[in-house]
């Protein structure tokens, strides 16, 4: 099939293949995305790109989920975003850090999270400063 012929169902499909060929049972994930295929076909209709609409609907909490559930689903389509963007694909980016911040209903915590980041960053360019400066110590160059 070329890929301009392909709907959003079969590059999940070749996904689930993906998986399973390098030993992933995946059942689980299987189910998550039978369901994700079900709701982007509602929003866009099967057309091979993973869209932002898409994204902010999945992540939303329902009222029925714990946050380990909701955490479980989030990684699912994080794990097809990145299949779909290494494919060539046109996909909806899920960072880390941004679906961290969607589990805190406190904004007061959300806030302190951004700034703990922030903090974790600057140690992070320090660390790679004095790494540069300790070897221009020890070699001289």
Same mark, same amino acid.
């Given at each position: 099939? /070329? /890929?301009?012929? &392909?709907?959003?169902?079969?590059?999940?499909?070749?996904?689930? =293949?993906? /998986?399973?060929?390098?030993?992933?049972?995946?059942?689980?994930?299987?189910?998550?995305?039978?369901? @994700? @295929?079900? !709701?982007?076909?509602?929003?866009?209709?099967?057309?091979?790109? !993973?869209?932002?609409? !898409? #994204?902010?609907?999945?992540? &939303?909490?329902? #009222?029925w989920e714990n946050e380990t559930n909701r955490?479980?689903? @989030?990684?699912?389509l994080r794990g097809l975003g990145a299949y779909?963007?290494?494919?060539?694909?046109?996909? =909806?980016?899920?960072?880390?850090?941004?679906?961290?911040?969607?589990?805190?209903?406190?904004?007061?915590?959300?806030?302190?999270? @951004?700034?703990?980041?922030?903090?974790y960053l600057i140690i992070l360019r320090w660390?790679?400063? !004095? #790494?540069?400066?300790?070897?221009?110590?020890?070699?001289?160059?």
């Amino acid at each position: 099939m /070329k /890929k301009n012929e &392909e709907t959003f169902t079969h590059i999940v499909d070749d996904y689930i =293949k993906e /998986k399973r060929a390098i030993g992933y049972n995946f059942e689980k994930g299987t189910q998550t995305l039978r369901r @994700i @295929i079900h !709701l982007q076909n509602e929003i866009d209709h099967d057309i091979p790109i !993973l869209s932002e609409e !898409l #994204a902010n609907r999945w992540i &939303e909490k329902t #009222a029925w989920e714990n946050e380990t559930n909701r955490s479980h689903r @989030i990684s699912v389509l994080r794990g097809l975003g990145a299949y779909m963007i290494r494919m060539g694909y046109d996909a =909806k980016i899920i960072r880390v850090w941004l679906f961290c911040i969607f589990r805190y209903d406190d904004p007061v915590i959300a806030i302190l999270f @951004i700034h703990l980041v922030r903090v974790y960053l600057i140690i992070l360019r320090w660390s790679v400063f !004095l #790494a540069y400066d300790f070897e221009f110590v020890v070699t001289g160059t």
